[in-house]
């Protein structure tokens, strides 16, 4: 046979988390808020209503692409409570508070996450992979997500350390071309990178993010986090060793 089925092709972060449609989608608004408020001689009220009107279309497209209904209100609810802002405090550039804030809690988020031993990475691959907490049983795992974790934490920081001054100098021009530049692209870098640590920080012969090991060899059954064999939590009834992935199926490294 020739050519290996697209099944067969080893998964990677991005195909687990996605995010270059949402990131994109997150940007349209802003551009749009942007170009309202210069066509219309920098009108608030001009670059509120581009905005919305932008954020509604993105909606409706989404729905119509059938996301799920929640996570795409949720979008739009976010540009809504962003233009309210705006025109409550009478700033443009407080269009771009609602990211700030949003950016300095992910940030938080992020960095307890690795303090407490339950990196957010790993909590997110593990819910997507139906491993529940059973990758926290592998040293080398949690290790690998701490890590990888720590990457994500930047991005947020990095924003951070680009956006708040641009805000506090009321630079409405250059948050837009600031916040389109560290979306996708940040995004981008983040799974990159953060696929890149984490293979790196998983020791040699590790079978790979689907398959958790105990640290006596063991592996962990993905649904329940007990080996998948039911005497001695082995995963063979009888010689307590590891079972191999089905032929055709590489492990997610």
Request: charged letters at 15%; aromatic letters at 6%.
């Amino acid at each position: 046979m020739t050519g290996t089925p697209q099944r067969d092709r080893p998964e990677s972060l991005a195909d687990l988390l996605g995010g270059r449609r949402g990131a994109l989608d997150a940007t349209l608004p802003a551009v749009a808020f942007a170009l309202g408020w210069v066509l219309s001689g920098r009108s608030l009220g001009g670059a509120v209503a581009a905005a919305v009107l932008t954020g509604t279309a993105v909606a409706g497209w989404r729905l119509r692409r059938g996301d799920r209904p929640r996570s795409v209100l949720i979008g739009l609810l976010a540009v809504c409570v962003a233009a309210l802002i705006a025109v409550r405090t009478g700033r443009a550039t407080d269009f771009f508070l609602v990211q700030l804030l949003s950016n300095a809690a992910s940030a938080l988020v992020w960095v307890v996450s690795i303090v407490v031993r339950w990196p957010l990475l790993g909590v997110i691959v593990g819910v997507l992979l139906g491993q529940r907490g059973s990758w926290r049983r592998d040293p080398a795992l949690l290790r690998a997500y701490g890590r990888g974790s720590a990457v994500w934490a930047a991005t947020y920081l990095l924003r951070l350390l680009v956006l708040v001054p641009l805000w506090l100098s009321g630079q409405v021009l250059a948050l837009v071309v600031a916040r389109v530049a560290l979306t996708w692209p940040v995004v981008a870098a983040a799974l990159a990178v953060s696929w890149l640590v984490i293979r790196r920080s998983l020791p040699a012969g590790h079978p790979g993010l689907r398959h958790p090991v105990t640290p006596d060899g063991t592996g962990l059954d993905a649904d329940d986090g007990r080996g998948s064999a039911a005497s001695g939590g082995h995963s063979t009834a009888s010689g307590g060793h590891r079972e191999r992935p089905p032929r055709g199926e590489r492990p997610l490294r």
